[in-house]
Structures are given as C-alpha cells and as structure tokens.
C-alpha cells in the first residue's frame, strides 16, 4: 500500500495543485493507495508514526519542512520506504539527491516500487531549549531529539530560516515559483542584525573555541536554503556529517564571500572552516536559533549532532 500524506494547504496551496496534477498517475498505475490529508506539519509526524506500525511506503506531497516531520514520526525505518514529490521553496532534498525535479517524472519512479537508494538520518539533541515556537516530546534522556536528513545549524543559517519562515513575503514568492529567493533576500537583510558570539565546537572528541561565531552548519546533503552549497562533498550514504563554520566575518565580508556558496566555492576564504565529523557538539555564549532542514522550532546555546545507525529506504 503506498500511503500518501499531504498538506494541500502546504507550500501556500501548491501541494494540493501537485497532488491534482500527478493523482491521475497513480489511479492509473492500479496500484493500491491512500490519501491521508494533513492540516498543517503538526499533524504530519502523528500521520507518519500510525502508517509506520506496519509494513508500507509513504510518499510525501510537499516541501522539505514537511518530509523532515514525516521523518520525524516513522516508528521503524525497517519495514518503511520514503518517497517526495516536492512542492515547497527551498526543494533541497532532490537537488542533493541529484533526480529530476518534475514531480510527475517522480511519481513514475515511485510507482515503479524499487528501493533506489538508502539515505542517513541526522538527529539533533537539544541540551537547553528557549523562544520556542512549538514544544516536542521528551525522550527518555531528558532531552528534545529531532531528526534530519538535509542539515542542522545553529547561528546565521538557523536566523535565516526563523525569518524566511515569518516573513511576509514567502507566500507572495511562493505563489509567482520564486520561493527560493526568500533565503537570499532574508539573508542580505539578517546579515546587518546578527551578532557574533563566543563558541566551543567539539568535532569528533576535539574542542575548538572560535570568539566571533557566526554559523556553524552540519550537513547530510551539500544542498540547503534553496540552493546554496554550503557543504559541497556532503553525501546522503557515506555515514559521515559534512559540516561548515564561519567565524569572525564582516559584513563586508559576507557579501564578498557568500555568493560563492552557491557553487560551494566559498571554502577557500580565511574565516570559513570546513569539516567531517560523526558527531558534532556546539555550545555558544548566548542561545542561537537551530534549524533542522530549514524548519526551527526554538533557540539553544548546547546541541549535540550525530547520525542515527540506521538509514532509510528511499524510493528516490
């Protein structure tokens, strides 16, 4: 059974008018399927954990917000395999998975039923937790946990997703097909607020201190924020996180530099610290907005970041 979970009111109305496009491809295929409609991401990883209880493929209708929460609620990655048809602003999932965009060329792919790949699952462990938009569960730990399959961050990258989300112009670009602008435009407007802050990032056991923090980014994928490359050799299967830091830029300094994130030639700049790592702590000065795939739910000045052991199968 393929269960498809849809937010027809998500990327401001554009998944429904996805779902009514490509719906036809699946009545035709013959091949059994529901349609479990969503009122908003909320209700998505809850949708996710009830279909996950047993064997099945659940193909999400959205962006990369909403696949994050179905990822979010999948009992057991075993018996599950994932598809996206993608209708948000950003779409970075499918450009780092490097497939078409076309979600009719995407419905075929999963139609056809094979596992096409296996991908990493990121996690992020809040150790403090503040300005939260939402509250989530506590596990047994005592800790907030939150999955990811595109990347987490903390700083610059994670103010830009908190205020692409809010601002009032990402439905306007999302309703013309220029949603990824909002990140750019977001960007050139946080960039004169944000200030730099002390930090400790320990990769893989080794703590390095930096006095002027202004992001530091952990990748599965080379792709996010609609198309910048932050972490060019990020790879979805090699059981490692890719990760960026930036640390005493300017402003000067950022208009100069950040341009080239879009082709990820921007690591060769004094300031910008490229790493690997299997798991990443980060404790700043001051709490820091955390995005995990572009999506934040509350400031933090202590998170920890690591891959889960098992993958999930994908129909992409």
């Not at 005592?142 to 997703?161: L, N, P």
């Not at 692409?164 to 439905?171: D, H, L, M, Q």
Request: charge should be negative; glycine fraction near 10%; aromatic fraction near 8%.
């Amino acid at each position: 059974m393929i269960e498809i979970i849809l937010n027809p009111n998500g990327a401001c109305g554009q998944a429904g008018k996805v779902w009514d496009r490509i719906e036809p491809q699946f009545v035709h295929s013959q091949k059994p399927y529901r349609v479990h409609i969503s009122h908003g991401e909320d209700d998505i990883p809850h949708l996710a954990s009830t279909l996950s209880n047993q064997p099945c493929d659940i193909v999400v209708v959205g962006g990369d917000g909403s696949f994050n929460q179905a990822v979010n609620g999948i009992v057991d990655y075993e018996h599950v395999r994932m598809g996206l048809i993608p209708a948000g602003s950003g779409n970075d999932l499918v450009r780092g998975l490097g497939v078409d965009h076309d979600p009719s060329v995407l419905a075929e792919t999963i139609l056809k039923g094979n596992t096409v790949r296996k991908m990493d699952v990121g996690e992020v462990v809040y150790y403090d937790r503040c300005h939260e938009t939402h509250r989530e569960p506590v596990q047994q730990d005592g800790f907030v946990h939150h999955r990811f399959v595109i990347s987490a961050g903390i700083g610059f990258d994670g103010q830009i997703c908190h205020d692409a989300e809010t601002s009032r112009y990402k439905k306007i670009l999302n309703q013309i097909h220029m949603g990824r602008l909002i990140y750019l435009l977001t960007a050139i407007h946080t960039i004169t607020s944000t200030e730099r802050t002390r930090a400790w990032i320990k990769v893989d056991g080794k703590t390095m201190s930096y006095d002027r923090l202004l992001l530091c980014v952990v990748m599965n994928h080379p792709y996010e924020g609609g198309g910048f490359m932050f972490c060019p050799s990020a790879d979805g299967n090699d059981g490692i996180l890719d990760g960026c830091i930036a640390n005493g830029l300017s402003q000067y300094d950022f208009f100069r530099i950040f341009p080239y994130a879009l082709k990820g030639n921007h690591l060769k700049f004094q300031g910008v610290h490229p790493f690997s790592a299997h798991e990443v702590e980060i404790t700043t000065e001051k709490p820091l907005w955390v995005h995990t795939d572009g999506e934040t739910a509350c400031c933090s000045n202590h998170i920890a970041v690591r891959l889960l052991e098992k993958q999930i199968q994908m129909l992409l």
